[in-house]
């Protein structure tokens, strides 16, 4: 018995070639999620497998991963919930998805290729596995993934989970490309530099400083766009007090008065001694304790008048 077309009925979707290319070497069930999925527009794995009456997720889960590979899915820039570090333990790709996967996508070859180069040796499979369930489930860019490993080896820290954990916390913070995680970076590199300048204006050998001394510190600079020269007069303001919270209260406060240099600081403290000696001219309170203070000298910094 021979067979033809019967004229259609009801209604008919687009299969793209790219599915027809692929049917020789499609797994069970791969060819009726790529359908459902031109067909719904799901995605999401629990619903795909309820709908088509799979095994579970992981099966629908699976060929998602295969068609993003090969071209017909791609990701939306959303995590899914396995993205969560709240999730534990978090799940990642099997080796076998990872290698289906890096079939039709040279990407994935590529990025273990350099983390391999980056972490200075070869990575193990459950680390490829790692990096490649960023890429893959998460969404997260190739380029921000090895920036974020080139960052975390040089600092020593070459360990997958640790690196995954740091990276999918900037995906939460809005750092979703290379671009962003290169000016992330940068600004990284400035807050360290100015942590290492607050060590010497504090005349401190070393210092570790607590993550509240770093966000004031940060401030300092970047909120109210303060130099060495202000960060130095503070310190000699605070005395004998001068721990980072203390001097970031006197900061802050010359902040909210409107000082923006050494200046504007002796200039705030010369009229409060004038309204003082007027108001009371028979007591002579020294209220700068020593009279007037000088801008400090920083070699390179000084203000000119």
Excluded at 255 to 269: F, H, I, L, N, P
Aim: glycine share 10%.
């Amino acid at each position: 018995m021979t067979y033809r077309l019967a004229e259609h009925k009801g209604d008919s979707i687009a299969v793209p070639r790219l599915v027809f290319a692929k049917l020789p070497e499609l797994e069970e069930d791969w060819l009726r999620v790529a359908l459902y999925a031109l067909d719904t527009g799901e995605t999401d794995p629990a619903r795909i497998a309820a709908a088509l009456r799979l095994k579970g997720p992981e099966q629908a889960r699976t060929a998602l991963v295969y068609w993003k590979g090969a071209g017909l899915l791609q990701s939306d820039g959303t995590p899914d919930a396995r993205g969560e570090l709240e999730t534990a333990p978090r799940a990642h790709l099997t080796s076998a998805e990872v290698a289906s996967a890096a079939q039709n996508d040279p990407a994935i070859a590529g990025l273990v290729q350099e983390c391999q180069r980056l972490m200075g040796g070869v990575i193990t499979q459950a680390d490829a596995n790692i990096f490649v369930s960023m890429y893959l489930s998460d969404g997260m860019p190739v380029d921000m993934i090895l920036l974020g490993v080139s960052h975390f080896a040089s600092l020593g820290k070459r360990s997958a989970r640790y690196i995954e954990r740091a990276l999918l916390g900037w995906q939460r913070d809005g750092i979703d490309s290379g671009e962003a995680a290169e000016r992330y970076l940068r600004l990284l590199d400035r807050r360290a530099a100015h942590e290492e300048e607050t060590v010497g204006l504090f005349g401190l050998a070393d210092a570790k400083f607590t993550k509240a001394e770093r966000r004031a510190i940060a401030d300092w600079y970047e909120s109210f766009g303060y130099d060495a020269a202000m960060i130095a007069e503070g310190i000699a303001y605070a005395g004998e007090k001068k721990s980072v919270k203390y001097v970031n209260g006197i900061l802050r406060a010359w902040y909210t008065k409107g000082y923006k240099t050494v200046r504007d600081v002796m200039a705030g403290s010369a009229s409060q001694a004038e309204n003082v000696t007027a108001a009371a001219p028979a007591v002579q309170h020294n209220i700068l304790g020593g009279g007037l203070r000088r801008a400090p000298r920083i070699p390179g910094k000084e203000e000119t008048p």
